[in-house]
C-alpha cells in the first residue's frame, strides 16, 4: 500500500462506520429513488452496499419521505444491512426533523446546507434547529456547503468587502473563500451550540478541479480545525468526462492525505445501475493504493499483434468474475481483494508482466504458436490452448483464492 500521509483529522462514528483519523477512507453514495418508495429505495440501498459503498445518503425532502426513513432502515435491518443511512436535508429540515421524531432517530447522519438553511438571513434558527436535533439523537452532521447554493448573506458580504480592497480578487476566488467561510462558519456555530467535533463532517463542493483542490486545501489547513473532511467534485457529469473529472480532482488531494470520505458524483446513462459511482470510487482509491477493494486485472490495450476480440473477452470476463465473485470473498476471503491478475494480449510484454502479477495469463498474439503460458506468483504452471482457455483459468484463479487467502 502507499505511504500517503494523511492529515491528522477528528475520528468520526457514523453508525458502524468509523471515518477520519486513522481509519481507511470510506466510500459513500446516494439513491436516485424517491425515498417515500420504501421498497425500491431499500433494493437501491441493499445494491449500493453490494458494491461496495460504505455510507448511503437518501434525500429528506418532504413529509412523505420522512415518514419513510424509519420504514428504510427497518427494512434494511430486516434483510441484515447495517449500512448507516444519511438523511439530505434542505429548505425544510428543521420543520421535518422536529415534526418526524422518528425521522431524527432512525438515520446515522444529518446533511445541512448551510447555504439553504436559513436563505437570506443574517439569523441561523434553522441551522441551530438542526443542530440541536441531531445532538438530542446522539446523531453525526455534514456540514456540506456548495457553490450552487451558497450562503446569499455570506457571499454577498464578501463580495462587497472584496470591492474595497486596493486589489480585489476576481469573484470565483471569492466563492471560493466563501464556501470555507461558509462551512467553517458553521462548524464553528455547531460547537458554541455544544455539539462535539467528533461528530462534525465538513464538505465544500465545487464542479471545476482546479476550485475544488483550492477550497479543500484550505479547509484541511490545520488553523481551521482538523474537521474530518468529505470528498467529491459536485456534479461531474456524465460518462468519460464524470469519471476523468472526478478522478483528476480527488487523486490531487488524497495524494495530499486529505479526505477522510469520498462520494463520485457523476450522472448516470437512462437506465444504468446507480453503483458506477460506487465502483469509480473504489477504484480511485485503490489505484492510489489506498485502498483494496477487489482483485485488479492488468490487461494490455491491445494492437496489431493480438487477436483482439479473443482478448478483449476474456479480459472482461475475469474482470467481471473476479468483481461478483469478491461480494462473496469481502467477508470469506477479505485479502482475496489485493490480488492482481494479468491479461496480457501477445509475447512482447505478456510473459513478463505475468509473472509480476500474482496469476497472469499470456494468450497467443496474431501468429503466435497458439498456447497460453499461465504464471502464478512468477512461474510458469500450465500451458493453455483450446476453446476453455478462459474457463480454465477461471478455474485456476478460484483454486488460487481458496489456498492463498
Same mark, same amino acid.
Given at each position: 500500500m502507499a505511504q500517503i500521509m494523511r492529515r491528522p483529522s477528528e475520528s468520526v462514528k457514523i453508525g458502524s462506520v468509523w471515518m477520519g483519523g486513522n481509519h481507511p477512507i470510506v466510500v459513500q453514495s446516494m439513491t436516485n429513488t424517491d425515498t417515500a418508495d420504501v421498497a425500491g429505495t431499500v433494493k437501491q440501498i441493499c445494491e449500493l452496499a453490494d458494491a461496495g459503498s460504505e455510507i448511503v445518503r437518501v434525500t429528506v425532502n418532504n413529509e412523505e419521505s420522512a415518514k419513510a426513513v424509519p420504514l428504510i432502515v427497518e427494512g434494511l435491518e430486516k434483510t441484515g444491512y447495517t449500512t448507516p443511512?444519511?438523511?439530505?436535508?434542505?429548505?425544510?429540515?428543521?420543520?421535518?426533523?422536529?415534526?418526524?421524531?422518528?425521522?431524527?432517530?432512525?438515520?446515522?447522519?444529518y446533511r445541512i446546507n448551510p447555504g439553504n438553511c436559513d436563505?437570506?438571513?443574517?439569523?441561523?434558527?434553522?441551522?441551530?434547529?438542526?443542530?440541536?436535533?441531531?445532538?438530542?439523537?446522539?446523531?453525526?452532521?455534514?456540514?456540506?456547503?456548495?457553490?450552487?447554493?451558497?450562503?446569499?448573506?455570506?457571499?454577498a458580504r464578501m463580495m462587497d468587502e472584496n470591492s474595497k480592497l486596493s486589489s480585489p480578487c476576481s469573484s470565483e476566488k471569492v466563492m471560493e473563500k466563501a464556501l470555507?467561510?461558509?462551512?467553517?462558519?458553521?462548524?464553528?456555530?455547531?460547537?458554541?451550540?455544544?455539539?462535539?467535533?467528533?461528530?462534525i463532517v465538513l464538505s465544500a463542493k465545487i464542479s471545476h478541479i482546479q476550485g475544488l483542490i483550492n477550497v479543500y486545501r484550505e479547509l484541511a489547513r490545520p488553523e481551521n480545525g482538523n474537521y474530518s473532511l468529505h470528498l467529491g467534485l459536485t456534479e461531474a457529469g456524465m460518462g468519460h468526462k464524470g469519471v476523468v473529472a472526478s478522478s483528476a480532482a480527488l487523486a490531487v488531494l488524497l495524494q495530499e492525505g486529505i479526505g477522510d470520505t469520498i462520494r463520485v458524483? +457523476?450522472?448516470?446513462?437512462?437506465?444504468?445501475? @446507480?453503483?458506477? !459511482?460506487?465502483? *469509480? =470510487?473504489?477504484?480511485?482509491?485503490?489505484?492510489?493504493e489506498?485502498?483494496?477493494?477487489?482483485?485488479?486485472?492488468?490487461?494490455?490495450?491491445?494492437?496489431?499483434?493480438?487477436?483482439?476480440?479473443?482478448?478483449?473477452?476474456?479480459?472482461?470476463?475475469?474482470?467481471?468474475?473476479?468483481?461478483?465473485?469478491? +461480494?462473496?470473498?469481502?467477508?470469506?476471503?477479505? @485479502?482475496?481483494? !489485493?490480488?492482481? *491478475? =494479468?491479461?496480457?494480449?501477445?509475447?512482447?510484454?505478456?510473459?513478463g508482466e505475468s509473472k509480476q502479477a500474482n496469476l497472469g495469463i499470456s494468450?497467443?498474439?496474431?501468429?503466435?504458436?497458439?498456447?497460453?503460458?499461465?504464471?502464478?506468483?512468477?512461474?510458469?504452471?500450465?500451458t493453455l490452448q483450446g476453446k476453455n482457455i478462459v474457463p480454465e483459468f477461471v478455474k485456476i484463479v478460484d483454486q488460487y483464492v481458496e489456498s492463498h487467502y
Open positions: 443511512i444519511v438523511g439530505d436535508f434542505h429548505y425544510n429540515g428543521h420543520l421535518l426533523l422536529k415534526k418526524y421524531p422518528e425521522c431524527a432517530s432512525s438515520l446515522d447522519k436563505i437570506g438571513k443574517e439569523e441561523k434558527n434553522n441551522f441551530a434547529t438542526m443542530i440541536e436535533i441531531a445532538m438530542k439523537n446522539n446523531k453525526v452532521v455534514r456540514i456540506g456547503a456548495n457553490w450552487g447554493s451558497l450562503d446569499k448573506v455570506l457571499l470555507v467561510a461558509s462551512a467553517l462558519e458553521s462548524a464553528r456555530m455547531a460547537e458554541v451550540l455544544g455539539m462535539s467535533k467528533d461528530k458524483s +457523476i450522472t448516470p446513462q437512462v437506465g444504468a445501475s @446507480r453503483t458506477e !459511482e460506487v465502483v *469509480v =470510487a473504489q477504484q480511485i482509491l485503490q489505484s492510489m489506498l485502498r483494496n477493494f477487489t482483485p485488479q486485472v492488468t490487461s494490455c490495450p491491445g494492437c496489431g499483434r493480438t487477436t483482439s476480440t479473443f482478448f478483449q473477452s476474456m479480459a472482461e470476463q475475469i474482470q467481471d468474475h473476479l468483481r461478483l465473485n469478491m +461480494i462473496k470473498w469481502r467477508d470469506l476471503k477479505p @485479502r482475496a481483494a !489485493e490480488m492482481n *491478475v =494479468a491479461v496480457m494480449g501477445c509475447i512482447v510484454n505478456g510473459p494468450l497467443p498474439g496474431t501468429a503466435e504458436d497458439p498456447k497460453a503460458p499461465v504464471y502464478v506468483d512468477g512461474k510458469l504452471v500450465a
